[in-house]
């Protein structure tokens, strides 16, 4: 049986947990910029979007007991480049030196109208 996480705060959109344990490592699913309160996606400012997928993130990554100094690993999907330079200036605020690894892509879509969504990768403290 798998061992999951769920922010209370965080919604899912589809038939999937927030994060699953996976012994040394807990593994986040993508979260986009969707406000738990009206259930949409917030729309305009890339940062403020960014900004709200790291909310999201990091509301699940409390409720498995973790900080953003345990995360090693984030992808991060835009649906534009040119959203790369805001995206990156709200990134580099969510974590401290050093970072960890991270890819960024563009995708064609991402679900529900995003225009960003992140997901991360945290090893577990022994």
Do not use: W
């Not at 061992?3 to 040394?24: C, F, I, L």
Request: with cysteine; proline share 4%; glycine share 6%.
């Amino acid at each position: 049986m798998r061992k999951v996480y769920e922010a209370k705060s965080a919604t899912a959109s589809g038939p999937y947990s927030h994060a699953v344990d996976a012994g040394e490592f807990v593994y986040f699913s993508g979260q986009t910029a969707m406000n738990s309160i009206s259930a949409e996606n917030l729309k305009g400012d890339i940062g403020k979007q960014t900004e709200q997928c790291f909310k999201n993130l990091f509301e699940v990554l409390e409720a498995a007991g973790l900080t953003p100094d345990d995360v090693v690993k984030v992808n991060v999907y835009l649906t534009d480049m040119n959203n790369f330079a805001a995206m990156n200036e709200v990134y580099e605020t969510q974590f401290t030196s050093p970072f960890p690894a991270r890819t960024c892509v563009a995708v064609l879509a991402l679900p529900l109208g995003a225009e960003v969504e992140i997901e991360m990768i945290a090893k577990k403290r022994k």
